[in-house]
């Protein structure tokens, strides 16, 4: 059984800084990349990034790009996504994915102005 588990979302006030956490379990395959999404209410599912596993190599969804950064924990398999300086717009809910088409329940984040 493959498990996500999206964690650290919360409800902040525009400027504020969150840290959310995404944690693999039960991968039957050696992560390559993990990357991380989000869905603003009523929008489809946008990039946000991806962090290469090998060498912690990132790459960012222009909206996100000088505010936002991923990192890793490889041995216990947990992403990380740093937000800094969040913006209304930021208000989704954020998921991981280590690609195959899986993903967790996600984390809402919520950022008031």
């Known amino acids: 059984q493959v498990q996500l588990v999206e964690s650290g979302g919360g409800l902040v006030q525009a400027g504020d800084s969150l840290r959310l956490s995404c944690a693999a379990s039960?991968?039957?395959?050696?992560?390559?990349?993990m990357s991380w999404f989000r869905q603003p209410p009523g929008k489809e599912r946008e990039f946000v990034g991806r962090?290469?596993?090998?060498?912690?190599?990132?790459v960012y969804g222009d909206s996100v790009k000088g505010r936002f950064s991923i990192s890793r924990d490889s041995a216990k398999n947990t992403a990380y996504l740093q937000m800094k300086s969040l913006r209304p717009e930021d208000t989704a809910v954020y998921y991981c994915?280590?690609?195959?088409?899986?993903w967790g329940q996600g984390t809402q984040v919520t950022v008031s102005s």
């Open positions: 994915t280590p690609g195959a088409d899986y």
């Open positions: 039960g991968l039957t395959f050696d992560i390559d990349t």
């Open positions: 962090i290469w596993w090998s060498d912690g190599s990132t």
